[in-house]
């Protein structure tokens, strides 16, 4: 089993939509959990931290279900500005082991 | 203003002619990482520097080797690039091993 897991999609929606992502992980030990955007060709850049309380920031909810060992990423009112990859990062454990990338959920919000 | 800096965006280099990219940051975090990321994949993590405390990961070729001389800059050695080793590279910079990174822009490295 990968450490984190990805559904490659495309998710194919059009603007104004609700969509939602999930994302699990193999180890329940893991500690720090993040959601990062990378549009083609660019870096990956950070869009939020996923806290276990779940937070939002604007129209992205996202939330975190350690029992089923899973996060998600919900995004409301999707933006042709939305489309994107979005990358699940998670860390292995404790101590210094580095953040694992996932293989990432590509969106395309259409006209 | 870019934090994280890498040159050259751009890199073309012959089959096993040596090459190395650079990363600069202003952010003084403490740790420097390295990834390789090709077409539709998820970044790997080569190796990552925390401070000057070297960690490399256990499937990175020996053929990847990196410099850390100081804070601020680090380098990524190709030292006999492969067909395979085309790819975009990415350095990043956390101030801590678990906290959020912050990506340079990243280099293209072409291999003729």
């Known amino acids: 089993r990968k450490e984190v897991e990805q559904d490659p999609g495309p998710f194919n929606v059009p603007e104004g939509a609700t969509v939602a992502f999930n994302c699990t992980y193999s180890?329940?030990?893991?500690?720090?959990f993040f959601w990062y955007r990378q549009d083609c060709r660019k870096e990956p850049k950070l869009l939020m931290s996923v806290y276990s309380s779940g937070n939002e920031d604007g129209r992205f909810t996202a939330q975190l279900n350690r029992a089923s060992q899973y996060i998600s990423l919900l995004i409301r009112d999707s933006k042709l500005s939305d489309s994107a990859t979005y990358l699940c990062?998670?860390?292995?454990?404790?101590?210094?082991?580095?953040?694992?990338f996932g293989s990432g959920t590509r969106l395309q919000v259409q006209p | 203003d870019a934090m994280v800096i890498q040159n050259p965006r751009y890199q073309v280099t012959q089959f096993g002619k040596p090459v190395t990219l650079s990363c600069s940051q202003t952010?003084?975090?403490?740790?420097m990482y390295w990834y390789q990321q090709k077409s539709s994949q998820a970044p790997k993590l080569l190796f990552h520097y925390y401070d000057k405390d070297f960690n490399n990961e256990a499937d990175t070729p020996d053929n990847f080797q990196s410099r850390r001389p100081n804070t601020s800059f680090c380098f990524l050695d190709i030292r006999s690039p492969g067909l395979g080793d085309a790819a975009m590279y990415l350095c990043?910079?956390?101030?801590?091993?678990?906290?959020?990174?912050?990506f340079g822009d990243g280099t293209r490295l072409s291999i003729l």
């Open positions: 180890n329940s030990a893991s500690q720090s």
């Open positions: 990062v998670v860390n292995g454990d404790t101590g210094r082991r580095a953040l694992t």
């Open positions: 952010l003084n975090h403490n740790v």
């Open positions: 990043a910079t956390s101030r801590a091993i678990n906290q959020p990174q912050h």
